[in-house]
Protein backbone atom coordinates (compact mmCIF):
# COMPACT_ATOMS: atom_id res chain seq x y z
CA UNK A 1 0.00 0.00 0.00
CA UNK A 2 2.81 2.25 0.83
CA UNK A 3 3.94 1.80 -2.81
CA UNK A 4 0.71 3.59 -4.30
CA UNK A 5 1.57 6.36 -2.97
CA UNK A 6 5.00 6.71 -5.20
CA UNK A 7 4.70 9.34 -8.56
CA UNK A 8 3.84 7.96 -11.48
CA UNK A 9 5.17 9.41 -14.96
CA UNK A 10 2.88 9.63 -17.97
CA UNK A 11 3.53 6.23 -19.45
CA UNK A 12 2.55 4.35 -16.28
CA UNK A 13 5.80 3.83 -14.79
CA UNK A 14 7.09 4.52 -11.31
CA UNK A 15 9.69 7.19 -11.22
CA UNK A 16 12.67 6.26 -8.89
CA UNK A 17 12.61 7.72 -5.44
CA UNK A 18 13.37 6.90 -2.13
CA UNK A 19 10.54 4.31 -0.61
CA UNK A 20 7.34 6.35 1.84
CA UNK A 21 8.83 4.28 4.90
CA UNK A 22 12.31 6.60 4.65
CA UNK A 23 10.42 9.80 4.38
CA UNK A 24 7.67 9.23 6.73
CA UNK A 25 8.82 11.03 9.99
CA UNK A 26 8.54 9.22 13.46
CA UNK A 27 4.73 8.64 14.67
CA UNK A 28 4.18 10.48 18.02
CA UNK A 29 2.02 9.91 20.97
CA UNK A 30 -0.62 12.34 18.93
CA UNK A 31 -0.56 10.39 15.78
CA UNK A 32 -0.92 7.23 17.90
CA UNK A 33 -3.84 8.55 20.10
CA UNK A 34 -5.30 9.82 17.05
CA UNK A 35 -5.26 6.41 15.28
CA UNK A 36 -6.61 4.80 18.73
CA UNK A 37 -9.56 7.08 18.82
CA UNK A 38 -9.76 6.35 14.58
CA UNK A 39 -10.31 2.30 15.33
CA UNK A 40 -13.70 1.39 14.71
CA UNK A 41 -14.63 -0.42 18.58
CA UNK A 42 -13.37 2.88 19.89
CA UNK A 43 -15.77 4.96 17.60
CA UNK A 44 -18.35 2.65 18.47
CA UNK A 45 -17.90 3.27 22.02
CA UNK A 46 -17.34 6.74 21.83
CA UNK A 47 -20.97 7.73 22.89
CA UNK A 48 -21.07 5.64 26.00
CA UNK A 49 -17.93 7.11 27.00
CA UNK A 50 -18.66 10.59 26.66
CA UNK A 51 -22.00 9.85 28.37
CA UNK A 52 -20.90 7.97 31.43
CA UNK A 53 -18.40 10.95 31.55
CA UNK A 54 -20.19 13.37 31.55
CA UNK A 55 -22.50 11.78 34.46
CA UNK A 56 -19.67 11.27 36.17
CA UNK A 57 -18.72 15.13 36.39
CA UNK A 58 -22.51 15.83 37.30
CA UNK A 59 -21.86 13.70 40.22
CA UNK A 60 -18.51 14.51 40.88
CA UNK A 61 -19.76 18.59 40.97
CA UNK A 62 -22.89 17.51 43.08
CA UNK A 63 -20.41 15.91 45.59
CA UNK A 64 -18.48 19.01 45.57
CA UNK A 65 -21.36 20.81 46.18
CA UNK A 66 -23.73 19.30 48.31
CA UNK A 67 -20.62 18.22 51.43
CA UNK A 68 -21.65 15.59 53.81
CA UNK A 69 -22.77 16.77 57.16
CA UNK A 70 -20.61 18.31 59.03
CA UNK A 71 -20.11 17.80 63.11
CA UNK A 72 -18.22 20.87 65.30
CA UNK A 73 -15.08 19.32 66.83
CA UNK A 74 -13.89 22.10 68.71
CA UNK A 75 -15.20 25.80 68.43
CA UNK A 76 -13.03 27.40 71.48
CA UNK A 77 -9.46 27.39 70.72
CA UNK A 78 -6.39 29.22 71.09
CA UNK A 79 -4.12 29.52 67.85
CA UNK A 80 -1.32 27.44 69.35
CA UNK A 81 -3.91 24.08 70.49
CA UNK A 82 -5.99 24.43 67.08
CA UNK A 83 -2.43 23.98 65.12
CA UNK A 84 -1.72 21.04 67.38
CA UNK A 85 -4.90 19.87 66.98
CA UNK A 86 -5.34 20.27 62.96
CA UNK A 87 -1.51 18.36 63.05
CA UNK A 88 -3.03 15.22 64.47
CA UNK A 89 -5.87 15.10 62.41
CA UNK A 90 -3.41 15.56 59.44
CA UNK A 91 -1.10 12.99 60.93
CA UNK A 92 -4.44 10.63 61.06
CA UNK A 93 -5.72 11.14 57.46
CA UNK A 94 -8.74 12.79 58.49
CA UNK A 95 -10.02 16.05 56.59
CA UNK A 96 -11.23 18.67 58.19
CA UNK A 97 -12.30 22.36 58.15
CA UNK A 98 -11.90 25.68 60.04
CA UNK A 99 -14.37 28.10 59.73
CA UNK A 100 -12.37 31.42 59.32
CA UNK A 101 -15.11 33.42 61.05
CA UNK A 102 -15.04 31.91 64.35
CA UNK A 103 -11.99 29.65 64.08
CA UNK A 104 -14.62 26.29 64.31
CA UNK A 105 -13.06 23.01 63.77
CA UNK A 106 -15.45 20.52 62.16
CA UNK A 107 -15.14 17.27 60.55
CA UNK A 108 -17.01 14.84 58.76
CA UNK A 109 -19.48 12.67 61.48
CA UNK A 110 -18.19 9.63 60.42
CA UNK A 111 -15.02 10.69 61.43
CA UNK A 112 -16.15 12.36 64.92
CA UNK A 113 -15.75 10.13 67.16
CA UNK A 114 -12.73 9.07 65.69
CA UNK A 115 -10.80 12.37 65.39
CA UNK A 116 -11.35 12.71 69.05
CA UNK A 117 -10.09 9.64 70.24
CA UNK A 118 -7.20 10.54 68.06
CA UNK A 119 -6.77 14.19 69.19
CA UNK A 120 -7.31 12.39 72.98
CA UNK A 121 -4.31 9.74 72.42
CA UNK A 122 -2.29 12.61 70.70
CA UNK A 123 -2.11 14.95 73.65
CA UNK A 124 -3.11 17.88 71.02
CA UNK A 125 -4.83 19.17 73.80
CA UNK A 126 -3.58 19.69 76.76
CA UNK A 127 -6.08 19.03 79.73
CA UNK A 128 -6.27 22.02 82.09
CA UNK A 129 -4.38 22.64 84.83
CA UNK A 130 -5.60 22.17 87.97
CA UNK A 131 -4.74 23.90 91.50
CA UNK A 132 -3.03 21.14 93.00
CA UNK A 133 -0.50 21.56 89.82
CA UNK A 134 0.16 25.53 89.82
CA UNK A 135 1.00 24.82 93.90
CA UNK A 136 3.36 22.27 92.72
CA UNK A 137 4.76 24.95 90.60
CA UNK A 138 5.48 27.65 93.25
CA UNK A 139 9.55 27.90 93.15
CA UNK A 140 11.33 27.63 96.76
CA UNK A 141 12.36 31.25 97.66
CA UNK A 142 9.35 32.49 95.77
CA UNK A 143 8.14 35.96 97.40
CA UNK A 144 4.82 36.64 99.89
CA UNK A 145 3.19 38.52 96.52
CA UNK A 146 4.42 35.61 94.14
CA UNK A 147 2.92 33.05 96.89
CA UNK A 148 -0.53 35.13 97.51
CA UNK A 149 -1.17 35.77 93.46
CA UNK A 150 -0.39 31.76 92.88
CA UNK A 151 -3.23 30.83 95.27
CA UNK A 152 -5.41 33.43 93.87
CA UNK A 153 -5.30 31.92 90.07
CA UNK A 154 -5.29 28.46 91.47
CA UNK A 155 -8.45 29.63 93.51
CA UNK A 156 -9.53 31.09 90.34
CA UNK A 157 -8.84 27.64 88.25
CA UNK A 158 -11.12 26.02 90.90
CA UNK A 159 -14.07 27.83 90.35
CA UNK A 160 -13.66 27.94 86.59
CA UNK A 161 -13.27 23.96 86.45
CA UNK A 162 -16.47 23.85 88.81
CA UNK A 163 -18.85 26.42 87.17
CA UNK A 164 -17.92 24.88 83.74
CA UNK A 165 -19.46 21.53 84.83
CA UNK A 166 -23.35 23.17 84.77
CA UNK A 167 -25.31 22.26 81.86
CA UNK A 168 -25.19 24.67 79.28
CA UNK A 169 -21.62 26.40 79.59
CA UNK A 170 -19.33 26.32 77.31
CA UNK A 171 -16.32 28.36 79.16
CA UNK A 172 -15.99 30.36 82.19
CA UNK A 173 -13.40 32.73 83.10
CA UNK A 174 -13.27 33.70 87.14
CA UNK A 175 -11.69 37.42 88.58
CA UNK A 176 -11.51 37.85 92.06
CA UNK A 177 -10.41 40.73 93.38
CA UNK A 178 -8.86 40.17 96.89
CA UNK A 179 -7.30 43.30 99.01
CA UNK A 180 -4.59 42.71 101.29
CA UNK A 181 -6.06 42.09 105.19
CA UNK A 182 -4.92 45.11 107.18
CA UNK A 183 -4.95 45.10 110.68
CA UNK A 184 -7.04 48.97 110.85
CA UNK A 185 -10.81 48.09 110.67
CA UNK A 186 -11.20 51.25 108.61
CA UNK A 187 -9.11 50.52 106.38
CA UNK A 188 -9.94 47.08 105.83
CA UNK A 189 -12.27 46.58 102.21
CA UNK A 190 -13.96 43.80 101.53
CA UNK A 191 -13.07 41.38 98.13
CA UNK A 192 -15.34 40.73 95.20
CA UNK A 193 -15.82 38.92 91.95
CA UNK A 194 -16.33 38.77 88.36
CA UNK A 195 -17.92 35.93 86.63
CA UNK A 196 -17.81 35.30 82.85
CA UNK A 197 -19.53 33.15 81.03
CA UNK A 198 -19.78 31.78 77.53
CA UNK A 199 -22.88 29.34 76.63
CA UNK A 200 -23.61 27.10 74.13
CA UNK A 201 -25.40 28.14 71.23
CA UNK A 202 -29.05 28.53 71.95
CA UNK A 203 -29.20 28.36 75.30
CA UNK A 204 -29.49 30.37 78.31
CA UNK A 205 -29.01 30.59 81.90
CA UNK A 206 -32.32 30.42 84.25
CA UNK A 207 -32.02 32.94 87.51
CA UNK A 208 -31.73 30.16 90.08
CA UNK A 209 -28.56 29.08 87.81
CA UNK A 210 -27.10 32.05 88.30
CA UNK A 211 -28.03 32.61 91.60
CA UNK A 212 -26.35 28.92 91.89
CA UNK A 213 -23.25 30.70 90.46
CA UNK A 214 -22.89 33.59 92.59
CA UNK A 215 -23.76 31.40 95.78
CA UNK A 216 -20.83 28.79 95.12
CA UNK A 217 -18.73 31.84 94.13
CA UNK A 218 -19.36 33.49 97.22
CA UNK A 219 -19.30 30.60 99.37
CA UNK A 220 -16.03 29.93 97.93
CA UNK A 221 -13.71 33.11 99.48
CA UNK A 222 -13.47 34.03 103.05
CA UNK A 223 -15.63 37.66 103.51
CA UNK A 224 -17.11 37.56 100.23
CA UNK A 225 -21.08 37.97 100.11
CA UNK A 226 -23.19 37.82 97.10
CA UNK A 227 -23.71 41.02 96.88
CA UNK A 228 -20.45 41.60 95.32
CA UNK A 229 -20.31 38.89 92.67
CA UNK A 230 -20.82 39.97 89.38
CA UNK A 231 -21.88 37.07 86.70
CA UNK A 232 -21.59 38.08 82.81
CA UNK A 233 -22.46 35.93 79.75
CA UNK A 234 -20.69 36.48 76.13
CA UNK A 235 -23.21 39.38 75.36
CA UNK A 236 -22.13 41.83 77.57
CA UNK A 237 -25.50 40.93 79.42
CA UNK A 238 -25.38 41.35 83.43
CA UNK A 239 -26.84 38.41 84.61
CA UNK A 240 -26.17 38.91 88.64
CA UNK A 241 -28.46 41.59 88.49
CA UNK A 242 -30.80 42.23 90.95
CA UNK A 243 -34.23 40.42 90.14
CA UNK A 244 -37.03 42.17 89.16
CA UNK A 245 -40.24 40.88 91.64
CA UNK A 246 -42.35 43.16 89.53
CA UNK A 247 -43.14 40.24 87.47
CA UNK A 248 -43.59 37.32 89.89
CA UNK A 249 -46.90 38.34 90.48
CA UNK A 250 -48.21 38.49 86.50
CA UNK A 251 -46.12 34.74 86.17
CA UNK A 252 -48.17 33.61 89.30
CA UNK A 253 -51.79 34.74 88.21
CA UNK A 254 -50.92 33.23 84.84
CA UNK A 255 -50.24 29.72 86.72
CA UNK A 256 -53.34 30.34 88.62
CA UNK A 257 -55.42 31.20 85.65
CA UNK A 258 -54.04 28.02 83.83
CA UNK A 259 -54.61 25.25 86.45
CA UNK A 260 -57.95 26.88 86.81
CA UNK A 261 -58.65 26.34 82.79
CA UNK A 262 -56.96 23.00 82.97
CA UNK A 263 -59.54 21.89 85.38
CA UNK A 264 -62.45 23.34 83.68
CA UNK A 265 -61.38 21.06 80.35
CA UNK A 266 -61.19 18.07 82.14
CA UNK A 267 -64.70 18.64 83.71
CA UNK A 268 -66.22 19.81 80.54
CA UNK A 269 -64.61 17.46 78.21
CA UNK A 270 -66.33 14.39 78.72
CA UNK A 271 -69.63 16.01 78.98
CA UNK A 272 -69.72 17.85 75.51
CA UNK A 273 -66.85 16.70 73.44
CA UNK A 274 -63.84 18.48 71.98
CA UNK A 275 -64.11 21.68 70.63
CA UNK A 276 -67.50 22.20 71.86
CA UNK A 277 -66.95 24.73 74.10
CA UNK A 278 -64.18 26.99 75.17
CA UNK A 279 -63.28 28.63 78.59
CA UNK A 280 -61.77 31.81 80.26
CA UNK A 281 -60.63 32.38 83.87
CA UNK A 282 -59.80 35.60 84.77
CA UNK A 283 -58.10 36.07 88.54
CA UNK A 284 -57.21 39.09 90.74
CA UNK A 285 -54.73 38.58 93.00
CA UNK A 286 -53.28 40.18 95.98
CA UNK A 287 -49.92 40.98 95.16
CA UNK A 288 -49.32 42.69 98.96
CA UNK A 289 -46.92 41.97 101.34
CA UNK A 290 -48.26 42.57 104.80
CA UNK A 291 -46.61 41.96 108.45
CA UNK A 292 -48.87 43.26 111.41
CA UNK A 293 -48.08 42.68 115.09
CA UNK A 294 -50.57 43.96 117.56
CA UNK A 295 -51.12 43.66 121.77
CA UNK A 296 -54.52 43.93 123.57
CA UNK A 297 -55.65 44.19 127.24
CA UNK A 298 -58.94 44.02 128.51
CA UNK A 299 -60.28 46.76 130.27
CA UNK A 300 -61.68 44.95 133.52
CA UNK A 301 -58.79 42.90 135.52
CA UNK A 302 -59.55 39.99 137.60
CA UNK A 303 -58.20 40.13 141.90
CA UNK A 304 -55.78 37.83 142.39
CA UNK A 305 -54.68 38.33 145.32
CA UNK A 306 -55.51 40.56 148.42
CA UNK A 307 -53.63 40.92 151.54
CA UNK A 308 -54.59 43.70 154.63
CA UNK A 309 -52.16 44.37 157.74
CA UNK A 310 -53.20 46.64 161.27
CA UNK A 311 -50.57 47.84 163.74
CA UNK A 312 -51.19 49.87 167.05
CA UNK A 313 -48.53 50.93 169.51
CA UNK A 314 -48.45 52.45 172.83
CA UNK A 315 -45.61 53.84 175.08
CA UNK A 316 -44.76 52.02 178.55
CA UNK A 317 -43.60 55.24 180.25
CA UNK A 318 -45.86 57.59 178.74
CA UNK A 319 -43.02 59.11 176.75
CA UNK A 320 -43.84 59.89 173.71
CA UNK A 321 -44.19 62.71 170.73
CA UNK A 322 -43.67 64.12 167.70
CA UNK A 323 -39.75 63.16 166.54
CA UNK A 324 -37.94 66.62 165.80
CA UNK A 325 -40.53 68.50 168.16
CA UNK A 326 -38.55 69.29 171.70
CA UNK A 327 -39.43 66.11 174.32
CA UNK A 328 -37.41 65.42 176.71
CA UNK A 329 -38.12 68.71 179.15
CA UNK A 330 -38.05 68.06 182.71
CA UNK A 331 -41.63 68.28 183.68
CA UNK A 332 -42.98 71.32 185.78
CA UNK A 333 -42.27 71.47 189.35
CA UNK A 334 -44.81 69.51 191.64
CA UNK A 335 -47.35 70.72 193.58
CA UNK A 336 -48.81 69.35 197.03
CA UNK A 337 -52.51 69.27 196.82
CA UNK A 338 -54.40 68.63 199.51
CA UNK A 339 -56.43 65.07 199.65
CA UNK A 340 -55.86 61.54 198.50
CA UNK A 341 -54.84 60.87 194.82
CA UNK A 342 -58.14 60.03 192.51
CA UNK A 343 -58.05 57.14 190.84
CA UNK A 344 -57.42 56.33 187.13
CA UNK A 345 -55.07 59.28 187.25
CA UNK A 346 -52.33 58.90 185.08
CA UNK A 347 -49.47 60.75 186.69
CA UNK A 348 -47.89 63.07 183.91
CA UNK A 349 -50.60 63.35 181.42
CA UNK A 350 -52.04 60.94 178.82
CA UNK A 351 -50.59 57.95 177.74
CA UNK A 352 -49.52 58.74 173.87
CA UNK A 353 -50.76 55.06 171.15
CA UNK A 354 -49.84 54.70 167.40
CA UNK A 355 -51.59 52.90 165.01
CA UNK A 356 -51.04 52.10 161.22
CA UNK A 357 -52.74 50.22 158.77
CA UNK A 358 -52.45 48.53 155.09
CA UNK A 359 -53.75 47.15 152.46
CA UNK A 360 -52.14 45.07 149.06
CA UNK A 361 -54.60 43.82 146.48
CA UNK A 362 -53.01 42.24 143.05
CA UNK A 363 -54.92 42.10 140.00
CA UNK A 364 -54.58 39.80 137.01
CA UNK A 365 -55.24 41.37 133.06
CA UNK A 366 -55.48 39.59 130.31
CA UNK A 367 -52.70 40.33 127.39
CA UNK A 368 -53.13 39.51 123.69
CA UNK A 369 -50.45 39.69 121.57
CA UNK A 370 -50.52 38.97 117.86
CA UNK A 371 -48.69 38.51 114.68
CA UNK A 372 -49.94 38.53 111.39
CA UNK A 373 -48.00 38.07 107.96
CA UNK A 374 -49.59 38.10 104.45
CA UNK A 375 -48.02 36.63 101.70
CA UNK A 376 -48.47 37.77 98.36
CA UNK A 377 -50.63 35.41 95.80
CA UNK A 378 -54.17 35.69 97.96
CA UNK A 379 -57.13 35.06 95.74
CA UNK A 380 -59.22 39.04 95.64
CA UNK A 381 -61.89 38.28 92.88
CA UNK A 382 -62.54 35.21 90.31
CA UNK A 383 -64.34 35.51 87.20
CA UNK A 384 -64.98 32.57 84.77
CA UNK A 385 -67.07 32.19 81.12
CA UNK A 386 -67.37 29.57 79.54
CA UNK A 387 -69.13 29.18 76.15
CA UNK A 388 -71.15 26.12 75.04
CA UNK A 389 -72.16 24.22 72.02
CA UNK A 390 -75.85 24.19 71.31
CA UNK A 391 -75.73 21.30 69.56
CA UNK A 392 -73.53 19.99 72.21
CA UNK A 393 -76.11 20.70 75.08
CA UNK A 394 -78.54 19.20 73.70
CA UNK A 395 -77.12 15.71 73.14
CA UNK A 396 -75.91 16.02 76.55
CA UNK A 397 -79.19 16.13 77.87
CA UNK A 398 -80.73 16.15 80.58
CA UNK A 399 -77.96 18.19 81.74
CA UNK A 400 -78.79 22.02 81.53
CA UNK A 401 -77.63 25.54 81.24
CA UNK A 402 -77.84 25.87 85.02
CA UNK A 403 -76.19 22.91 85.80
CA UNK A 404 -73.08 23.26 84.11
CA UNK A 405 -73.01 26.32 85.81
CA UNK A 406 -73.24 25.23 89.25
CA UNK A 407 -70.49 22.41 88.40
CA UNK A 408 -67.82 25.28 87.03
CA UNK A 409 -68.54 26.69 89.88
CA UNK A 410 -67.77 23.92 92.29
CA UNK A 411 -65.16 23.42 90.19
CA UNK A 412 -62.96 26.74 90.31
CA UNK A 413 -64.33 27.45 94.16
CA UNK A 414 -65.98 30.25 93.27
CA UNK A 415 -67.66 32.19 95.96
CA UNK A 416 -70.55 34.47 95.61
CA UNK A 417 -69.71 36.33 99.13
CA UNK A 418 -66.00 37.30 97.94
CA UNK A 419 -68.10 38.80 94.75
CA UNK A 420 -66.80 36.14 92.03
CA UNK A 421 -68.46 35.71 88.64
CA UNK A 422 -69.40 32.53 86.74
CA UNK A 423 -71.35 32.94 83.35
CA UNK A 424 -72.03 30.00 80.95
CA UNK A 425 -73.39 30.66 77.36
CA UNK A 426 -75.14 28.67 75.07
CA UNK A 427 -74.89 29.80 71.31
CA UNK A 428 -74.04 28.06 67.72
CA UNK A 429 -70.87 26.87 67.42
CA UNK A 430 -69.28 27.72 63.67
CA UNK A 431 -66.57 25.34 62.48
CA UNK A 432 -63.20 27.29 61.96
CA UNK A 433 -61.60 25.98 58.85
CA UNK A 434 -57.88 26.64 58.61
CA UNK A 435 -56.93 27.22 55.12
CA UNK A 436 -54.23 24.91 53.86
CA UNK A 437 -51.10 26.20 52.90
CA UNK A 438 -49.64 27.00 49.57
CA UNK A 439 -47.95 24.16 47.67
CA UNK A 440 -45.21 26.55 47.36
CA UNK A 441 -45.41 26.93 51.03
CA UNK A 442 -45.06 23.07 51.75
CA UNK A 443 -41.91 21.58 52.85
CA UNK A 444 -41.81 19.10 49.71
CA UNK A 445 -41.73 21.87 47.48
CA UNK A 446 -38.36 23.20 48.33
CA UNK A 447 -36.87 19.92 48.30
CA UNK A 448 -38.48 19.32 44.79
CA UNK A 449 -37.91 22.47 43.81
CA UNK A 450 -33.76 21.86 44.39
CA UNK A 451 -33.74 18.27 43.02
CA UNK A 452 -35.68 19.46 39.87
CA UNK A 453 -33.00 21.70 39.30
CA UNK A 454 -30.15 19.11 39.25
CA UNK A 455 -32.20 17.02 36.93
CA UNK A 456 -32.45 20.12 34.96
CA UNK A 457 -28.59 21.17 35.16
CA UNK A 458 -28.25 17.16 34.10
CA UNK A 459 -30.49 17.42 31.11
CA UNK A 460 -28.81 20.76 29.55
CA UNK A 461 -25.30 19.16 30.05
CA UNK A 462 -26.98 16.30 28.01
CA UNK A 463 -28.68 17.64 25.43
CA UNK A 464 -26.29 21.09 25.01
CA UNK A 465 -23.17 19.07 25.00
CA UNK A 466 -22.99 15.18 25.15
CA UNK A 467 -25.22 15.11 22.63
CA UNK A 468 -23.97 17.57 19.85
CA UNK A 469 -20.96 15.45 20.36
CA UNK A 470 -22.28 12.30 19.92
CA UNK A 471 -23.77 13.30 16.50
CA UNK A 472 -20.69 14.66 15.68
CA UNK A 473 -18.71 11.57 15.83
CA UNK A 474 -21.70 9.77 14.41
CA UNK A 475 -21.35 12.23 12.01
CA UNK A 476 -17.50 11.37 11.26
CA UNK A 477 -18.08 7.80 11.86
CA UNK A 478 -20.52 7.60 8.72
CA UNK A 479 -18.35 9.45 6.17
CA UNK A 480 -15.49 6.87 7.18
CA UNK A 481 -17.55 4.31 6.85
CA UNK A 482 -18.97 5.56 3.32
CA UNK A 483 -15.23 6.64 2.53
CA UNK A 484 -14.13 3.39 3.19
CA UNK A 485 -16.50 1.43 1.00
CA UNK A 486 -16.35 3.81 -1.96
CA UNK A 487 -12.48 2.84 -1.67
CA UNK A 488 -13.24 -0.96 -1.06
CA UNK A 489 -15.55 -0.66 -4.35
CA UNK A 490 -13.20 1.31 -6.71
CA UNK A 491 -10.62 -1.38 -5.82
CA UNK A 492 -12.62 -4.40 -6.08
CA UNK A 493 -14.57 -3.06 -9.10
CA UNK A 494 -18.01 -4.01 -6.99
CA UNK A 495 -19.02 -0.72 -6.30
CA UNK A 496 -22.73 0.84 -6.60
CA UNK A 497 -22.09 2.36 -9.87
CA UNK A 498 -20.48 0.80 -12.47
CA UNK A 499 -16.79 1.36 -13.15
CA UNK A 500 -16.48 3.37 -15.88
CA UNK A 501 -14.19 2.13 -18.86
CA UNK A 502 -11.62 3.83 -20.78
CA UNK A 503 -12.92 5.25 -24.02
CA UNK A 504 -10.83 4.82 -27.37
CA UNK A 505 -10.71 8.63 -27.00
CA UNK A 506 -9.95 9.25 -23.30
CA UNK A 507 -5.99 10.56 -22.99
CA UNK A 508 -3.32 9.27 -20.14
CA UNK A 509 -4.27 12.22 -18.61
CA UNK A 510 -7.67 11.33 -17.59
CA UNK A 511 -6.60 8.08 -15.92
CA UNK A 512 -3.59 9.36 -14.40
CA UNK A 513 -6.41 11.84 -12.80
CA UNK A 514 -8.18 8.60 -10.97
CA UNK A 515 -5.16 7.46 -9.60
CA UNK A 516 -4.76 9.55 -6.53
CA UNK A 517 -8.18 9.52 -5.78
CA UNK A 518 -8.03 5.98 -5.64
CA UNK A 519 -5.22 6.22 -3.50
CA UNK A 520 -6.44 8.29 -1.31
CA UNK A 521 -9.90 5.95 -0.70
CA UNK A 522 -7.53 2.96 -0.77
CA UNK A 523 -5.20 4.82 2.27
CA UNK A 524 -8.44 5.77 4.21
CA UNK A 525 -10.09 2.19 3.71
CA UNK A 526 -6.79 0.98 5.47
CA UNK A 527 -6.83 3.44 8.04
CA UNK A 528 -10.36 3.34 9.21
CA UNK A 529 -11.33 -0.32 8.39
CA UNK A 530 -8.19 -2.38 7.98
CA UNK A 531 -9.88 -5.55 7.98
CA UNK A 532 -11.73 -4.57 4.53
CA UNK A 533 -8.88 -3.24 3.33
CA UNK A 534 -6.99 -6.81 3.66
CA UNK A 535 -9.99 -8.09 2.34
CA UNK A 536 -10.24 -6.10 -1.03
CA UNK A 537 -6.36 -6.59 -1.65
CA UNK A 538 -6.76 -10.30 -1.19
CA UNK A 539 -9.64 -10.18 -4.08
CA UNK A 540 -6.87 -8.23 -6.19
CA UNK A 541 -4.43 -10.85 -5.62
CA UNK A 542 -6.62 -13.53 -6.67
CA UNK A 543 -6.06 -15.09 -9.97
CA UNK A 544 -9.07 -14.57 -12.53
CA UNK A 545 -11.65 -17.36 -13.13
CA UNK A 546 -11.47 -19.39 -16.29
CA UNK A 547 -14.55 -18.03 -17.41
CA UNK A 548 -13.64 -14.61 -17.08
CA UNK A 549 -10.72 -15.16 -19.40
CA UNK A 550 -12.68 -16.08 -22.31
Same mark, same amino acid.
Given at each position: ???????????????? !????? #??????? @????????????????????????????????????????????????????? &???????????????????? +??????????????????????????????????????????????????????????????????????????????????????? #?????????????????????????????? =????????? $????????????????????? =????? &??????? &???? =??????????? /???????????? /???????? +???????????? *?????????????????????????????????????????????????????? /??????????????? =???????????????????? !????????????????????????????????????????????? *?? @????????????????????????????????????????????????????????? &??????? $???????????????????????????? !???????????????
Amino acid at each position: MADAALPVAADGQALP !ATTSR #NLAPAPD @WRARLGDLANQPAVRRAMPAIVGVGAIAAVAALYMAIADGPQRVLYSNLTDGE &RAKVVETLESGGIGYAIDSA +TGMVSVSEDDLYRARMLVASDAGLAAPQGASEMLDSIPLGSSRTLEGERLKMARERELMLTIREIDGIESVRVHLATPERSVFVRDA #NAPSASVMVRLVSGRTLSQSQVEAIVNLVS =GSVPGLTAD $AVRVVDQNGRLLSSERDTSLD =GLTLQ &REFEAKL &RDQL =GELLLPLLGEG /NFSSQVQVELDH /NEITSARE +TYQPDGVVRSES *ERNSTRTAANGVGGVPGVTANTPPPDAELVDGAPEPGAVEGGAVPTDSESAAQR /NYELDREVAVTATRP =GGLVKLSVAVAISEEALKAA !APLTAEQVRNLVSAAVGANADRGDQVQVVVSAFEASEIEPLAFYE *EP @WFAMALRYGAALLAVLLVLLLAVRPLIARLRGARDDDEDAAADATAALSGQGGEPQR &RALPGDT $ATAGQSDLPQQVELARRLAAAQPERAVE !ALQRMLEPPAEGSRS
